[in-house]
């Protein structure tokens, strides 16, 4: 086996990735529905599946992986041979399983393959939903494979930087002193002044490259601060392309802006070169009596060479970091966008995770509300004070030709100074670089995420865009699931005929309510509403003319209410009427308006239908949700007796429940 695969898999079954394996595991059962779900690795060069759960004990203890042809899988193998997705809700009567599956407690299985760029890594398995699995399971556990990829795919990554790390036997020690340096500044001013014994020059400087800029790192002899654009560097450019030591003839023009001002001299550029990647280079400025030969070239070319692994073994470590630090953030991420119900409480727990995975310094999320043609922002991280309020008034037009692209999935990129990101597409006084990801599932759009740079050296390419975007599927998916989850709760807590709330949403929203009360000392005052002669409407006209009867006292208690109250069926031709931060005499003269409401409006075929009411207030009536509605279905049952279409209201009844009540103002 390749070691690009045999390490991952060691890593994955041995090291401290177990909790991401696990949190796309218990995500994508989640997603799906699913009793359970599994990983397991693909090794294309032995054609064999790699699992086995780890289980984490004494250092010393060896964890044997369970790796078995794929032959012995038909399904597996079908999935692998195909790049499909396959979805088997009998596995026992499915010739590609055998018969046993189902003594095995089987019942179901979705496998959907694990893929990063055309290659397969491994398998992701969903085994029994009730209900068996649909064709949506598979388009969400297909999205959600795209995690389990980056955590593979990074892993990966991380052995090849380990590996790139080891220098060479014969800088040993210079290498030390460079990697034992604190910050890459002091590093290079260390290889400066080392050069300087040995070479006795007037001034030097390093600069190092980030995207189209190159910028002083260290310098002796002149102003530690500069930066020139690489498309106006002149000779220096041409010397990192053609990645060889060299005298600078324009170097009088260039000087200043590397901080080297009123400084003369003959001038060598040696590239900082790792692998025939370019970092940024070594600028020395000779007296001007001293003509730079083979020699200085040779010296100039090792320090720089010494210099250059430096700045390699810093950047492996901060890939090493990265690529940890994204596998950590796709699996908190998952598991955010697995377990949040609200789209705005998920994606403000999510933007401080987008920003520390990009390396931005700013991050804005935006969502589209419902039929709505632009983007609004709904959380934000790494932002000022002065910054968040311009940030809430600010929106994305994705209809407009420069954000066009979000339309299409397609993430939109503004940085360089060739393509500045524009300054109506973003909030902030500053930014070098700006990449907006779209949120979108099954080709909506349902949001976008904005993440800014206001430093040259965060530069966004092509691997950080793909695990942006991987990372902005998950989250998109834990929106729509998130908004799924809204819709399906409200249905649970509405009664179907009056599309009001039903009794279950009207205990909860009345013990919340009566906490509050608690906490402020605000009244409130609860009205129970029963429909007069129903059963008459009913045996007269029917029971649909009783459904419009109830409907009616419905939209009359509806029309009523204010945004605070909370109006609820609460049994067969019962309603009950919260009205947080209402009196006792409030509480009356609102039932009073809705039930002259009532009286004085007729129905077709039924003509009047008339309501009785109920009326108890806390704290005077009852300090408890109990006693509160038993007072006021008290009231109510006197309001009754009373002769109908009154609101009786009085002093609360002792003892056990009561049959009689002071008529108030009915």
């Given at each position: 086996?390749?070691?690009?695969?045999?390490e991952?898999?060691?890593?994955?079954?041995?090291?401290?990735?177990g909790?991401?394996?696990?949190?796309?595991?218990?995500?994508?059962?989640?997603?799906?529905?699913a009793?359970?779900?599994h990983?397991?690795?693909?090794d294309?060069?032995?054609?064999?599946?790699?699992?086995?759960?780890?289980?984490?004990?004494?250092?010393?203890?060896?964890?044997?992986?369970?790796?078995?042809?794929?032959?012995?899988?038909?399904?597996?193998?079908?999935?692998v041979?195909?790049?499909?997705p396959?979805l088997?809700?009998?596995?026992?009567?499915?010739?590609l399983?055998?018969r046993?599956?189902?003594?095995?407690?089987?019942?179901?299985?979705?496998?959907?393959?694990?893929?990063?760029?055309?290659?397969?890594?491994?398998?992701l398995?969903a085994?029994?939903?009730?209900?068996?699995?649909?064709?949506?399971?598979?388009?969400?556990?297909?999205?959600?494979?795209?995690?389990?990829?980056?955590?593979?795919?990074n892993?990966?990554?991380?052995?090849?930087?380990?590996d790139?790390?080891?220098?060479?036997?014969?800088?040993?020690?210079?290498?030390?002193?460079?990697?034992?340096?604190?910050?890459?500044?002091?590093?290079?001013?260390?290889?400066l002044?080392?050069?300087?014994?040995v070479v006795?020059?007037?001034?030097?400087?390093?600069?190092?490259?980030?995207?189209?800029?190159?910028?002083?790192?260290?310098?002796?002899?002149?102003?530690?601060?500069?930066?020139?654009?690489?498309?106006?560097?002149?000779?220096?450019?041409?010397?990192?392309l053609?990645?060889?030591?060299?005298?600078?003839?324009?170097?009088?023009?260039?000087?200043?802006?590397?901080?080297?001002?009123?400084?003369?001299g003959?001038?060598?550029?040696?590239?900082?070169?790792?692998?025939?990647?370019?970092?940024?280079?070594?600028?020395v400025?000779f007296?001007?009596?001293?003509?730079?030969?083979?020699?200085?070239?040779?010296?100039?070319?090792?320090?720089?060479?010494?210099?250059?692994?430096?700045?390699?073994?810093?950047?492996?470590?901060?890939?090493?970091?990265?690529?940890?630090?994204?596998a950590t953030a796709?699996?908190?991420?998952?598991?955010?966008?697995?377990?949040?119900?609200?789209?705005?409480?998920?994606?403000?727990?999510?933007a401080?995770?987008?920003?520390?995975?990009?390396?931005a310094?700013?991050?804005?999320?935006?969502?589209?509300?419902?039929?709505?043609?632009?983007?609004?922002?709904?959380?934000?991280?790494?932002?000022?004070?002065?910054?968040?309020d311009?940030?809430?008034?600010?929106?994305?037009?994705?209809?407009t030709?420069?954000?066009?692209?979000?339309?299409k999935?397609?993430?939109?990129?503004?940085?360089?100074?060739?393509?500045?990101?524009?300054?109506?597409?973003h909030?902030?006084?500053?930014?070098?670089?700006?990449l907006i990801?779209?949120?979108?599932?099954?080709?909506?759009?349902?949001?976008?995420?904005?993440?800014?740079?206001?430093?040259?050296?965060?530069?966004?390419?092509?691997?950080?865009?793909?695990?942006?975007?991987?990372?902005?599927?998950?989250?998109?998916?834990?929106?729509?699931?998130?908004r799924?989850?809204?819709?399906?709760?409200?249905?649970?807590?509405?009664?179907?005929?009056?599309?009001?709330?039903?009794r279950?949403?009207?205990?909860?929203?009345?013990?919340?309510?009566?906490?509050?009360?608690?906490?402020?000392?605000?009244?409130?005052?609860?009205?129970?509403?029963?429909?007069?002669?129903?059963?008459?409407?009913?045996?007269t006209f029917?029971?649909?003319?009783?459904?419009?009867?109830?409907?009616?006292?419905a939209?009359?208690?509806?029309e009523?209410?204010?945004?605070?109250?909370?109006?609820?069926?609460?049994?067969?031709?019962?309603?009950?009427?919260?009205?947080?931060?209402?009196?006792?005499?409030?509480?009356?003269?609102?039932?009073?308006?809705?039930?002259?409401?009532?009286?004085?409006?007729?129905?077709?075929?039924?003509?009047q239908?008339?309501?009785?009411?109920?009326?108890?207030?806390?704290?005077?009536?009852?300090?408890?949700?109990?006693?509160?509605?038993?007072?006021?279905?008290?009231?109510?049952?006197a309001?009754?007796?009373?002769?109908?279409?009154?609101?009786?209201?009085?002093?609360?009844?002792?003892?056990?429940?009561?049959?009689?009540?002071?008529?108030?103002?009915g």
């Open positions: 086996m390749s070691l690009e695969l045999v991952p898999s060691l890593l994955l079954l041995h090291e401290d990735v909790e991401n394996y696990d949190a796309v595991a218990r995500s994508a059962a989640a997603a799906v529905g009793e359970t779900c990983l397991a690795l693909y294309a060069e032995t054609d064999e599946l790699i699992a086995r759960r780890p289980s984490y004990g004494a250092a010393s203890r060896s964890i044997p992986q369970y790796r078995f042809p794929i032959s012995q899988a038909p399904a597996s193998a079908q999935v041979r195909t790049g499909e396959y088997s809700n009998e596995p026992a009567s499915d010739p399983y055998e046993s599956v189902k003594d095995r407690g089987v019942h179901s299985v979705l496998t959907v393959p694990v893929r990063h760029g055309g290659h397969i890594l491994g398998l398995y085994i029994n939903k009730p209900g068996g699995f649909t064709a949506e399971d598979v388009r969400t556990l297909t999205a959600l494979a795209g995690a389990a990829a980056v955590t593979i795919e892993i990966r990554l991380y052995v090849e930087e380990r790139r790390r080891v220098l060479s036997e014969s800088l040993r020690d210079v290498s030390r002193a460079l990697v034992g340096t604190l910050s890459e500044q002091s590093a290079l001013s260390t290889v002044d080392q050069m300087w014994r006795r020059y007037q001034a030097a400087v390093a600069v190092v490259l980030e995207g189209r800029v190159l910028r002083v790192a260290a310098s002796r002899g002149g102003d530690p601060v500069g930066e020139i654009s690489l498309d106006h560097a002149g000779d220096l450019r041409a010397t990192l053609a990645r060889k030591t060299a005298v600078l003839t324009d170097a009088a023009t260039r000087l200043a802006r590397l901080g080297l001002r009123g400084t003369t003959r001038t060598l550029a040696a590239p900082l070169l790792t692998r025939d990647e370019v970092r940024g280079a070594i600028i400025v007296d001007d009596e001293h003509v730079p030969g083979p020699s200085d070239e040779r010296v100039v070319g090792a320090f720089a060479d010494h210099a250059a692994l430096f700045l390699e073994a810093g950047a492996l470590l901060r890939k090493e970091r990265q690529a940890r630090a994204r796709v699996a908190r991420i998952t598991r955010m966008a697995a377990s949040r119900h609200e789209p705005e409480s998920l994606l403000q727990a999510v401080p995770e987008l920003l520390a995975a990009s390396g310094d700013r991050t804005v999320v935006y969502l589209r509300p419902s039929r709505a043609q632009v983007l609004t922002a709904v959380a934000w991280g790494g932002t000022t004070p002065e910054e968040e311009k940030i809430t008034r600010h929106v994305l037009e994705p209809g030709p420069l954000l066009a692209a979000l339309l999935g397609a993430p939109v990129l503004f940085q360089d100074e060739d393509n500045p990101p524009p300054a109506h597409v909030p902030f006084a500053e930014a070098t670089s700006l990801v779209p949120l979108g599932v099954r080709d909506q759009l349902l949001g976008a995420v904005s993440l800014v740079s206001t430093r040259r050296k965060v530069h966004f390419d092509g691997p950080a865009i793909e695990f942006l975007g991987d990372i902005a599927q998950q989250v998109a998916l834990g929106v729509e699931n998130a799924l989850f809204l819709a399906l709760s409200q249905m649970a807590s509405t009664d179907e005929l009056t599309q009001l709330a039903n279950r949403r009207f205990t909860e929203a009345l013990r919340r309510e009566l906490g509050r009360a608690r906490r402020t000392g605000l009244p409130l005052s609860l009205v129970l509403v029963d429909v007069d002669h129903l059963k008459k409407v009913n045996d029917g029971h649909p003319a009783g459904d419009s009867a109830i409907r009616h006292v939209g009359a208690l509806r009523a209410r204010r945004d605070t109250d909370v109006v609820a069926r609460f049994g067969g031709e019962e309603f009950a009427l919260l009205l947080p931060g209402t009196d006792h005499l409030g509480a009356i003269k609102a039932a009073e308006r809705v039930r002259v409401r009532l009286s004085t409006t007729l129905m077709d075929l039924v003509g239908v008339t309501a009785s009411m109920g009326v108890a207030t806390w704290p005077q009536d009852g300090a408890t949700e109990e006693r509160l509605v038993w007072v006021a279905d008290q009231r109510l049952y309001a009754k007796e009373g002769g109908r279409n009154r609101v009786c209201g009085g002093p609360p009844p002792e003892g056990a429940p009561e049959t009689g009540s002071t008529p108030g103002a």
